[in-house]
């Protein structure tokens, strides 16, 4: 009888001691696997996340102008298909749209003068017609929903982009302009800057 006193008494003490032995701390969140706690609620915040940037040039706000760097530095002009600084009075502001990940829908417009077709926009459109290697780009009515209207945009640094579609790189061929084409092993040779020229506000007929 003596010694059940004495077992009873060391427990009373040891619960004294150690109060989460004996459950006195229940309503503590239990931790994790042994030895790795659970994270603290900041850790698992989404305001911990790393901001995200944001190019505005690329954010379908803007209206921009391009222009190959290793070029003459004339403005990129989408006609019949896309050139450098045809002057043939085709569309030289261009509106890249994202459509995921990096990439965009490019529209097209005139320039400001209020009238309804400048502000009407065309897309940039691989030209089905063409034959491997090299493929040019035309103005097409925009359907984003078209593959072959879905580019690829990457800065390059310093304030330049490399352009592309699927696997091809918008490149310039001595003799048949701006083309796109497979690069292989040859490094990109061309690259294009862009110049933001305002608010892409446009308010077309239909």
């Known amino acids: 009888m003596i010694t059940m006193k004495w077992v009873a008494g060391a427990a009373l003490l040891a619960c004294t001691g150690a109060l989460v032995a004996c459950g006195g701390d229940a309503d503590k969140a239990p931790t994790t696997t042994a030895g790795t706690p659970t994270p603290p609620a900041a850790t698992l ?14 954010s379908g706000k803007r209206e921009i102008t391009m222009a190959r760097v290793q070029g003459s530095g004339d403005a990129l002009e989408l006609s019949g298909r896309l050139e450098e600084g045809g002057d ?5 502001l261009f ?16 320039t400001k003068d209020d009238h ?15 034959i491997e290697p090299e493929l040019t780009i035309e103005a097409a009515v925009c359907d984003v929903d078209n ?7 990457v800065a390059k640094g310093a ?10 790189f918008l490149q310039h061929a001595a003799g048949n302009g701006l083309i796109l084409k497979e690069l292989g092993n040859a490094p990109l040779g061309s690259t294009f800057r862009f110049v933001d020229r305002g608010p892409a506000d446009r308010k077309p007929v239909n």
């Open 147 to 153: 593959p072959i209207q879905r580019f690829t945009i």
């Open 88 to 92: 043939t009075g085709g569309r030289v």
């Open 45 to 58: 915040s989404s305001s911990s996340a790393p901001a995200v940037a944001t190019d505005s040039l690329l």
């Open 159 to 168: 304030g330049t982009y490399a352009i592309g579609s699927e696997t091809r």
């Open 95 to 110: 509106v890249p749209t994202p459509i995921g990940g990096d990439r965009y829908v490019i529209k097209a417009f005139g």
């Open 116 to 130: 309804p077709a400048n502000d009407e926009p065309s897309c940039w459109q691989v030209n089905g017609l063409d």
